[in-house]
């Protein structure tokens, strides 16, 4: 059980953490109850269950937590979050074990980096999602090979009209890009 106790006492791991979480210290209310990773449709595919992690953010077990799977393999659906009898924001804290492992050079066994970077630079130019744009510049770039194996899904969804082979640009790009920038001017301030 993760007690509630002065900032001091805590470990340098789980300050971070909680300094990277909206709504962060709430985790030292973590019961160890289980039900985040009971309620996880991808549980089972994770190194540690959220509860697992929670307890290795307390103990300082920093490396063994951001070189896991546990948060790629998040799936963002907030179910454990909706379940957490002590409302820790279970899902936020994945975030931040994300961007903390892409800080200090721990994701190494997942492609999830290289592929959120294609996507939000395509959202970036062009306002939207566009899905043969970032499978085919995220395999050029991370897995050329793998592009041959891919062609045969990509081409039945051309067929389909579930694949554009050319992206669509939305009408106010320019203010997205705005709102981007300021987001990135302020986030160097923190």
């Known amino acids: 059980m993760v ?5 001091d006492n805590r470990s340098k791991f789980l300050r971070d953490v909680i300094a990277d979480t909206p709504e962060g210290e709430r985790i030292v209310h973590c019961l160890q109850c289980g039900s985040c990773g009971g309620s996880c449709p991808n549980g089972a595919e994770m190194n540690y269950t959220p509860r697992a992690v929670i307890a290795m953010i307390a ?20 179910f454990c979050t909706s379940r957490c009898p ?47 744009g970032i499978a085919s510049r995220y395999l050029l770039f991370n897995r050329p090979m793998s592009m041959l194996k891919s ?19 939305i009408r106010q790009v320019k203010q ?9 001017e302020l986030s160097q301030h923190d």
Do not use: H
């Open 3 to 7: 007690a509630d106790t002065p900032s």
């Open 59 to 78: 103990a300082d077990r920093r490396e063994e937590v951001l070189t896991s799977n546990t948060m790629w393999q998040c799936v963002s659906c907030y």
């Open 86 to 132: 002590q409302d820790i924001p279970i899902t936020e804290i994945m975030y931040a074990l994300k961007r903390m492992s892409i800080r200090e050079g721990k994701a190494r066994k997942t492609d999830a980096p290289a592929l959120a970077k294609t996507f939000t630079d395509l959202v970036e130019k062009y306002g939207r999602s566009f899905e043969f």
């Open 151 to 169: 062609s045969g899904m990509g081409m039945s969804m051309f067929a389909k009209g579930r694949l554009a082979l050319t992206p669509t640009r």
């Open 176 to 184: 997205l890009r705005a709102i981007i920038n300021k987001a990135r």
